[in-house]
């Protein structure tokens, strides 16, 4: 079945520093999407992204899609501690996927020292 | 105001004891689904529905029961024979599968 991997686990950056999750997968996707949970929270869509080679940005966030369709990062610059949170990604069932729902990523932990 | 709610917000149960979860919408969403999220385990699907009358298991549905009788409604009970089922629960809709999800609050269940 699809598998996305996604690192690192965790991550600790001094305020100001840039930080960057990835996220991979075995075979290609026809789209993926990126969520953040804030601590004691639920996870909030942030963007979703469908076709090879796609960057889109959100003001400090930049979101991008691999050539093949099989990887994706989310890179944020000068990180704030409104950053602190886990990002998650997430992907469509492939063609002829397994679940014919989205496959969540176990996410990136991501602390923010002031 | 349009959203996705669940409750209650912590929930404390005894061993051996059903527990039923509420998940309620008025996104007028199709798809709708139910998460586990344990520690450093991200979101693991329980189950998850497309439309009315009608669902599917996902990874984890051993131990789990829901039910869609209306669109905006789709309650998740946790049997005693769930094995571990002290875990934050997700509830979350979209307009179809494969969409932007939106999420409910969650639940802390806390099986003593």
């Known amino acids: 079945g699809q598998q996305v991997m996604q690192i690192p686990q965790y991550q600790h950056v001094q305020e100001g520093e840039d930080f960057t999750t990835y996220c991979n997968s075995s075979t290609t996707l026809s789209n993926i999407q990126w969520y953040k949970q804030r601590p004691g929270g639920h996870p909030v869509f942030l963007i979703q992204?469908?076709?090879?080679?796609e960057v889109k940005k959100q003001k400090r966030l930049t979101f991008q899609f691999g050539e093949a369709k099989k990887n994706s990062s989310l890179h944020i610059t000068a990180t704030q501690t409104t950053d602190v949170g886990t990002y998650f990604c997430?992907?469509?069932?492939?063609?002829?996927?397994?679940?014919?729902?989205?496959?969540f990523g176990k996410g990136t932990k991501l602390s923010v020292k002031p | 105001d349009g959203g996705i709610t669940q409750s209650p917000k912590y929930l404390f149960r005894k061993e051996g004891q059903n527990v039923t979860l509420s998940c309620e919408q008025n996104l007028n969403h199709d798809a709708m689904y139910w998460y586990r999220q344990d520690p450093g385990q991200g979101l693991r699907l329980i189950y998850y529905s497309q439309i009315v009358n009608d669902f599917q298991k996902g990874d984890i549905a051993e131990g789990y029961s829901v039910s869609r009788e209306k669109k905006e409604s789709f309650p998740l009970t946790v049997t005693s024979a769930q094995k571990n089922p002290t875990a934050f629960y997700l509830c979350?809709?979209?307009?179809?599968?494969?969409?932007?999800?939106?999420f409910g609050p969650g639940t802390r269940l806390t099986v003593l």
């Open positions: 997430a992907v469509g069932g492939d063609y002829g996927g397994s679940q014919g729902n989205l496959i």
């Open positions: 992204l469908v076709k090879s080679g």
């Open positions: 979350a809709s979209s307009i179809g599968l494969y969409n932007e999800q939106f």
